[in-house]
């Protein structure tokens, strides 16, 4: 599986961003990580293919994670963004069924994009 995640950029605080990741097959779980310079890779959100979703404390009530399985693509909806949010952006997919224990953790996913950066200036 291939994926393609697109929609960084600029925004200034409190502003939106919408981050789409399309996959080339079918996938059970995708989700989204982050890096910021200097920082560890961090869990930002997840969803199945059921619609089950899952939010790191940090942005919890602010993101929103959805999928369209006909197109293959899941979205993280981005609001209320802050200078923190700033960093590399990846999704990651995972194509069979795992315990969702593990949904958050990075080597749960077999399948890696190649980042968005955003940036989110004060």
């Known amino acids: 599986v291939q994926l393609q995640a697109s929609g960084g950029g600029l925004v200034q605080a409190g502003g939106s961003l919408r981050l789409s990741c399309a996959a080339s097959?079918?996938?059970?779980?995708v989700g989204w990580f982050r890096q910021a310079p200097g920082k560890e890779r961090e869990f930002v959100a997840a969803i199945t293919s059921g619609g089950s979703t899952y939010y790191s404390d940090s942005v919890k009530g602010r993101f929103t994670i959805s999928r369209d399985n006909a197109k293959n693509t899941a979205y993280l909806q981005m609001n209320s963004l802050k200078p923190e949010d700033t960093a590399v952006y990846h999704c990651?997919?995972?194509?069979?069924?795992?315990?969702?224990?593990?949904?958050?953790?990075?080597?749960?996913?077999?399948?890696w994009g190649q980042g968005t950066l955003v940036t989110v200036s004060s």
């Open positions: 097959g079918r996938t059970f779980a």
């Open positions: 990651a997919a995972r194509t069979f069924s795992t315990s969702l224990l593990m949904i958050r953790t990075a080597s749960a996913y077999e399948y």
